[in-house]
């Protein structure tokens, strides 16, 4: 993966040409090798006009023009869709060796922009309903992403069913910011105490600024194969062992994310307990502490007491996003959840330097993106061993 951050003078495709080839570099493999592309992104259409054949484009001058190349779209959950379809290619035997892209430019001169492409996350049919919902003013124009009203009115629900707190939400940030300040592709490298989380810019409801994801640009590339169709260079394979994608439902009393959850952990033959390090998406702390619970990290309610236990620190049971998660790593969109992938690689190969769990062996990423019937619109989980 690229470094994640705010980079002024690159482009979509010079950010997704670079995690190509440091990916293809790390698995020994040559551009002629690879069988297919699949291509995650989410706004450049909104942001630069350029639709429809986004991989084409971004991607000319890598060595993998004249492949199948299908571009991958699901809001957030983007780039860990493109990889649930790499697995589905080479699980299906239409292919030995595929490529997973993810990446994303956010950071425009006019941050408007980049808030009205994020909109088309949710039914923008319904919006004024959504609003009026989350009881924001539809302005039009806002100096927010409305994703930040509908993580805050989340929260506040949270808050009310299993007693967390505002502080809560800020040690999650506090955490994040610390394994963040570990990771050299971290879009923030520097830690934040609890108390300088609550006393940052208000921005909805229980959300300050450093309890929300900020705006960034990078990229992250994965190649997926059978079993013994690549050398990798000397570096530990690693297996994909389950991979749950599922959509809201209207009226439904489970989140996406559970039933995501419970396919991956149904095809992988593991559970919950198995699990020694994650990655989730948390694009505002509350989200992490909601995800324990729709993880089965712990029993319902238990967020609050899982984190406060220390168990989900570096060091713990049982790590949750020693990358520094979207809190610190960065959410470029269409890159984020392949990211969370290249984490997890590193830390089943003991390749995650200061950053390290223990004995990791068996990974969980979550990848959860829009908002449809008061949930993500799309939530992917991901379940990795060594």
Not at 19 to 44: I, Y
């Amino acid at each position: 993966m690229t470094d994640f951050g705010k980079f002024q003078d690159r482009d979509v495709g010079s950010l997704a040409r670079e995690a190509v080839a440091h990916a293809l570099a790390d698995a020994a493999v040559e551009p002629k090798s690879v069988q297919m592309v699949f291509f995650s992104n989410a706004c450049a259409g909104r942001l630069t006009g350029q639709e429809m054949i986004r991989g084409q484009v971004m991607l000319a001058g890598s060595g993998l023009e004249g492949l199948p190349l299908i571009n991958v779209e699901n809001a957030c959950a983007s780039g860990s869709s493109a990889l649930f379809m790499a697995w589905l290619a080479v699980g299906s035997g239409q292919c030995d060796v595929a490529l997973a892209v993810g990446a994303e430019k956010l950071v425009v001169p006019d941050k408007r922009k980049t808030f009205e492409a994020l909109m088309g996350g949710v039914d923008v049919s319904r919006i004024d309903e959504v609003r009026a919902k989350l009881g924001v003013p539809g302005d039009g124009g806002s100096a927010h992403s409305l994703f930040m009203d509908v993580y805050a009115s989340m929260a506040t629900r949270y808050m009310e069913r299993a007693g967390a707190t505002q502080r809560d939400f800020a040690a999650i940030s506090a955490k994040n910011h610390c394994h963040g300040a570990l990771n050299p592709h971290a879009q923030y490298r520097h830690e934040v105490s609890v108390d300088e989380v609550l006393a940052s810019r208000h921005i909805s409801g229980p959300l300050t600024l450093l309890m929300c994801a900020p705006i960034g640009d990078g990229a992250a590339a994965v190649v997926v194969c059978s079993r013994g169709a690549v050398q990798n260079g000397g570096n530990a394979l690693v297996r994909i062992r389950g991979f749950g994608l599922a959509t809201a439902q209207e009226g439904a009393d489970w989140s996406p994310v559970e039933k995501a959850a419970k396919r991956a952990y149904e095809q992988s033959g593991v559970g919950p307990e198995d699990i020694d390090v994650v990655e989730v998406h948390d694009a505002t702390s509350p989200a992490e502490l909601i995800l324990y619970e729709e993880l089965g990290l712990c029993e319902p309610c238990g967020g609050p007491r899982l984190l406060s236990s220390g168990a989900t620190e570096l060091g713990g049971r049982v790590p949750v996003n020693p990358s520094g998660g979207l809190i610190s790593k960065g959410h470029p969109i269409g890159a984020t959840g392949v990211g969370q992938i290249v984490e997890l690689v590193e830390q089943l190969r003991y390749q995650a330097g200061r950053r390290q769990v223990e004995d990791a062996r068996v990974a969980l990423a979550e990848n959860a993106g829009g908002y449809l019937h008061s949930h993500p619109a799309a939530a992917t989980v991901t379940i990795l061993s060594r």
